[in-house]
């Protein structure tokens, strides 16, 4: 990666808005040689944004709501000048972006950086390294990302292409969540209650809700196609906290590529995509379509035992206009249906091919078991807590529930100052086994700590992820900054380390950066620690990860100096 050269003029150097959302635009266009460097600028500022009848003041970034794309070919640099106008601090991550040597840009507040303070700037500078696809950017402060995020479209080398067919027109669509409420006040009420948050009043396309809400039917999304074409939909799941189904009436879905990772194609009427996870599938229109246009639709896939928003939002596909209130809808399944989400999840398969092999880690060098799931705090004794039998939510991984540090972990790492920062001792095996998704124990009361698992640098690691029934089992999606993983396995139960790993697949594991894991289940994955740095893995459901269900790994620099964590940015942050 190049040096830092703060913002000079380059294609997209421009601190006005509308010019960097046109330069986002053009930056698709052919005839920008691979290795370009795109210059962004990010005005974060409160914009007043009406849904379903209610206006609220909401941040955004240059005004847009979703954010703008960002688009970019593999190997090129991006260079993103954040300026902070809000009273909230905030910070970007770049969603599955590898990061590599270079956790200074990957954005999770606490963890790389300190957040950028109101009236503060921070240069976000990275290259994109042997990664193409659909990927995204979103704030990771709080629960700031449920109006702070937008995609990031990474095309091949110009020499390469697809290894399918080219679409006719590739289309991002973003699946969001909205709040009537100010969603800072929803979650800091739970914190302080113990309860569970007040849930989402809508779901979105591309920030929309659609006919089927309250006063909406004017902000539809709608997808205008011709007859008899191929197009591409990058699909991505924003929303805060939801799962969700995704089909189109009367159409299939062919899969191509899931977390910017190309997979053996396979098709389907309906998917489910989890938060933080990407997908991009092949829509082919019907030649002489029987309606003039047909439904889009997205719904909640969930097993919480707690409330969440039952609703469905609609969007168009157009082949003619249309109105969008009386069309059909496609048949998605129940929100609990648990089957419909094994059976779409079984199919996912990496192309293990000469171009674009499964490089699977075969040897193991470190087996670690991690429980994930729901547990407890005891209510302070000076009031009275609205969670489970009057106690307070909490979440954790191995019993630990991740406690905020006062600084940014990588800035300690970086200087060695680990004291009163953090501890290298995070749990590898759960601390109290049990009946994992049986009865949960009578005690499901919470550690709290800063904990870290250190890694030297390209150790092969096996991490199997199980779920339990404490509070309730759902399903979990983890999110691993800084890597991608092969997904070797996953069950319902509990994992059994004799009779599991034999069926593991080691020939075709498809690559990803976020998982589920299955409810009352497990999942097994695998990486290489090749890239020094501290990295968060969080599960993607905004309510859990307030309530401390992450960890961080720590990877140390390998002896070669590319190797070696690169130095932090001038203008880093400070806490």
């Known amino acids: 990666m190049g040096a830092r050269h703060g913002l000079r003029r380059g294609h997209a150097a421009s601190a006005c808005p509308f010019i960097a959302f046109a330069a986002a635009v ?9 290795g370009d460097t795109h210059y962004y600028t990010f005005n974060v500022r409160m914009t007043n944004v009406t849904r379903l009848c209610v206006t609220k003041s909401i941040p955004t970034v240059n005004g847009q709501f979703p954010g703008p794309k960002l688009t970019v070919r593999e190997g090129d640099r991006l260079v993103v000048k954040v300026h902070n106008h809000i009273n909230y601090n905030v910070s970007f991550h770049w969603h599955g972006v590898r990061q590599l040597r270079n956790g200074w840009a990957d954005g999770p507040s606490y963890i790389t950086q ?4 109101g009236g503060q700037s921070y240069v976000y500078d990275f290259t994109v390294t042997g990664q193409h696809g659909t990927l995204w950017w979103h704030a990771h402060f709080s629960w700031l990302r449920v109006h702070l995020y937008g995609p990031l479209v990474i095309l091949p080398k110009r020499a390469e292409g697809y290894p399918f067919p080219r679409p006719y027109k590739e289309v991002p669509i973003l699946f969001g969540e909205w709040f009537n409420a100010d969603t800072e006040a929803v979650i800091n009420q739970a914190l302080q209650t113990g309860g569970g948050p007040n849930v989402s009043d809508a779901y979105t396309f591309n920030g929309l809700p659609g006919p089927t809400y309250n006063c909406s039917a004017q902000d539809t999304y709608k997808l205008k196609v011709k007859p008899g074409r191929t197009y591409m939909l990058r699909l991505i799941n924003s929303a805060l906290n939801d799962e969700l189904f995704f089909g189109i009436a009367n159409h299939t879905l062919t899969v191509v590529e899931a977390d910017a990772n190309y997979v053996k194609p396979f098709t389907v009427q309906t998917l489910v995509i989890s938060p933080g996870q990407t997908m991009n599938v092949l829509l082919t229109t019907a030649s002489n379509p029987a309606s003039p246009a047909y439904a889009m639709a997205i719904s909640p896939y969930t097993n919480t035992q707690g409330t969440f928003d039952n609703t469905t939002a609609v969007a ?7 109105p969008a209130g009386n069309l059909p809808l496609p048949a998605l399944p129940l929100y609990n249906d648990t089957g419909a989400v094994t059976n779409f999840s079984r199919n996912f398969r990496s192309l293990a091919s000469a171009q674009y092999p499964a490089r699977v880690p075969l040897a193991v060098d470190r087996h670690l078991l991690f429980t994930v799931g729901l547990g407890t705090d005891p209510c302070p004794s000076n009031q009275t807590c609205q969670g489970p039998n009057g106690t307070k939510f909490a979440a954790s991984i191995n019993n630990n529930s991740f406690f905020r540090p006062r600084t940014a972990l990588l800035e300690a790492h970086y200087q060695r100052r680990y004291a009163g920062v953090l501890l290298a001792n995070f749990p590898t095996t759960p601390p109290h086994p049990f009946n994992y998704t049986g009865t949960p124990p009578n005690n499901t009361f919470v550690q709290h700590g800063t904990r870290v698992v250190p890694l030297r640098f390209n150790t092969s690691v096996e991490l ?6 404490i ?43 976020t998982i589920s894991v299955p409810t009352a289940g497990w999942v097994a994955v695998r990486f290489l620690a090749d890239n020094p740095g ?4 969080h599960c993607h459901f905004d309510v859990h990860l307030s309530w401390g269900l992450s960890m961080a790994w720590l990877v140390n620099d390998g002896p070669l100096p590319n190797q070696k964590m690169l130095p932090p940015p001038s203008d880093l942050p400070k806490c």
Do not use: K
Request: proline fraction near 11%.
């Open 26 to 34: 053009l930056l698709a266009l052919p005839g920008l040689a691979a």
């Open 316 to 322: 168009v596909l157009e082949y003619a206009p249309a």
């Open 471 to 513: 509070q309730g089992a759902e399903s979990h999606p983890l999110h691993l900054h800084g890597y991608n993983f092969f997904v070797v396995g996953e069950g319902f139960g509990n994992f059994d380390p004799v009779n599991d790993p034999p069926r593991y697949n080691l020939a075709d594991p498809v690559e990803r950066n």
């Open 114 to 117: 300190c957040p950028i303070q």
């Open 464 to 469: 199997v992820l199980q779920g339990t029934s």
């Open 534 to 537: 501290v990295w968060l893995m």
